[in-house]
């Protein structure tokens, strides 16, 4: 399994669109406009990733396939990595992987988008009375609509249907899904990157966020069956704090699930040990609690130890 996807957390929201509306805003447009059928949220602000010195080496190593797919096509518009201040993303189940869908604010221009269209012979497609553009380049059924002059939505027609229709009162969006809705307002929306995830979303989270255990193969939808809801927060400062909450169904489930984590924690110290001898393992303080039906987990680890972890 690959280290790189937890490492990934720090540059997260790295592509490109619009400025100007504050976190609590963008957090607003989301609940208002995403699918209330959404598993999982996530936000995270490249205004204050940027600031760190970092920033730049890590997007390059560490950026996930996906959205390095996603940065590459909106490149084609004319939009670039450094436009973008705040972006938010859902994800719903799809028939094959989660379907992707998401909100940014930053530097938003959207006539100089559309000559970019144009020259590259990107008809506009109608969705209501917006104008999409589909992107090429390994994304094809991807489009993006300028909502406003600083605000920007990306997804499937579909998905940026049922946004742009719940945005105007035509179906409702996620704020109506008070589970979930309560849970991002929960969220700790102070740090840089946060999200939260509920059902098959949290073993998703976990494949792709946990490191290596060497040889261990898990279903990771049944070893978090039982996990009612997650929450994460990632800090970038000094050093990059990870911290995981997860809810239960039960005290006793609780448990069990955080012997199997101490397991894989094990797992994981003799894999590094392996195939890493003599250097240091960012994962080794992770630190596991419980609290009733409730597992807290927390990471903190140097920037330095991240990049041996993704090599």
């Not at 000559?115 to 497609?125: D, E, L, N, Y």
């Not at 499937?156 to 249907?161: E, F, G, R, W």
């Not at 976990?206 to 261990?216: E, L, R, T, V």
């Not at 699930?257 to 894999?271: D, F, M, T, V």
């Amino acid at each position: 399994m690959n280290r790189k996807y937890l490492t990934c957390f720090v540059v997260l929201g790295i592509w490109a669109l619009p400025q100007a509306l504050p976190a609590q805003e963008l957090v607003k447009e989301a609940l208002a406009g995403f699918p209330p059928e959404s598993i999982r949220i996530e936000y995270s602000s490249p205004t204050k990733l940027r600031r760190i010195s970092n920033y730049q080496s890590l997007r390059q190593r560490y950026q996930g396939p996906r959205l390095q797919k996603l940065e590459t096509a909106l490149s084609q518009l004319g939009i670039r990595e450094g436009d973008v201040d705040e972006l938010i993303l859902g994800w719903e189940a799809g028939s094959k992987e989660m379907d992707l869908y998401g909100l940014a604010s930053g530097h938003f221009d959207p006539q100089s988008i559309a000559q970019s269209a144009q020259s590259r012979g990107m008809p506009p497609t109608p969705i209501g009375n917006q104008q999409a553009f589909c992107l090429q380049g390994g994304l094809e059924g991807t489009c993006i609509v300028a909502v406003s002059n600083s605000l920007g939505a990306f997804g499937s027609l579909t998905a940026l249907t049922s946004l742009l229709e719940a945005r105007a009162g035509q179906r409702p969006g996620l704020g109506s899904n008070q589970k979930l809705a309560a849970l991002v307002d929960q969220a700790n929306k102070d740090a840089p990157i946060w999200g939260v995830a509920v059902g098959p979303a949290v073993g998703d989270w976990f494949k792709n966020s946990m490191p290596s255990q060497g040889d261990i193969k898990l279903d990771w939808a049944k070893v978090f069956q039982d996990v009612e809801s997650l929450s994460y927060a990632v800090d970038a400062a000094d050093k990059v704090t990870v911290a995981v909450n997860m809810n239960c169904v039960s005290t006793d489930a609780a448990s069990s699930l955080r012997q199997i984590l101490e397991g894989l924690k094990l797992a994981q110290q003799l894999a590094w040990q392996n195939q890493n001898p003599n250097r240091p393992n960012p994962f080794e303080g992770t630190q596991l609690d419980l609290k009733g039906s409730q597992i807290l987990l927390k990471l903190t680890t140097d920037y330095s130890d991240l990049a041996v972890a993704g090599g």
